[in-house]
């Protein structure tokens, strides 16, 4: 079974620090592994995915994010954050060949000016 | 704009009114999802529809029911529902179920708040 845990329920950083959204990950198989973001009133949009190549993923905004397998990680990171990066990021993993994919529960961003 | 567009965007219904969510995309894709997402709990998958067939139904109660009449139009009919019912619920939709690697980029409708009293 796939699962993910996302470390953090809210992260507060200041305005130009940097950024690390935690998650750790338990998969049985190979996993893809993703992150979303959730602004207020807006859908989910895909910040970037991870699938076997590269294990430094770069995304949207500046995020980017590295698989590590002997850690079971898939931590989120952005150098300098900016007032716009406040919102819900979520973790996601694949599911078994053939289902959906496994959700963690979010991570709220605050950015202080 | 992702391309999905859900309505309403906001509804308040009592536990014996009988209401439907609607959900639209034009991108083009072939499978459809409906996610519930409370406050404080991962996103929960309910329904899966793959090429306007249901694949996957997440032992959701039955007084939430689908409908999927094309493969750009996503319905969710509710009836007697509970307050713990009251929610965020999300559409999705991405190229198909299947194979793996093409369907696990989602495009998410920004979700209709439901409030049930």
């Known amino acids: 079974a796939q699962s993910v845990t996302q470390l953090d329920s809210h992260v507060s950083v200041s305005e130009g620090t940097p950024v690390l959204l935690r998650c750790n990950y338990s998969?049985?198989?190979?996993?893809?592994l993703f992150w979303y973001v959730q602004h207020p009133n807006k859908g989910l949009q895909l910040l970037l995915k991870?699938?076997?190549?590269?294990?430094l993923v770069k995304g949207i905004n500046g995020f980017e994010a590295e698989f590590k397998k002997s850690e079971t990680s898939f931590h989120l990171t952005k150098p300098s954050a900016h007032m716009s990066d406040a919102a819900e990021y979520f973790c996601?993993?694949?599911?078994?060949?053939?289902?959906?994919?496994?959700f963690g529960k979010g991570t709220r961003l605050s950015v202080i000016a | 704009e992702t391309g999905v567009t859900q309505t309403p965007r906001h509804l308040v219904m009592g536990m014996t009114n009988k209401k439907s969510l609607k959900c639209e995309q034009h991108l083009g894709h072939n499978a459809m999802y409906w996610y519930k997402q409370s406050a404080k709990k991962p996103l929960e998958l309910m329904f899966v529809?793959?090429?306007?067939?249901?694949?996957e139904n997440n032992s959701v109660p039955s007084r939430f029911s689908p409908e999927c009449p094309n493969s750009s139009h996503l319905f969710l009919h509710l009836h007697t529902l509970q307050p713990e019912d009251s929610a965020l619920y999300l559409c999705a939709s991405s190229q198909a179920h299947i194979p793996r690697e093409t369907n696990e980029k989602l495009f998410f409708g920004s979700g209709t708040q439901l409030s049930v009293l």
């Open positions: 996601v993993v694949s599911g078994r060949f053939n289902t959906p994919l496994v």
């Open positions: 991870y699938t076997s190549a590269a294990t």
């Open positions: 998969s049985s198989y190979s996993p893809s």
């Open positions: 529809y793959n090429f306007k067939e249901q694949t």
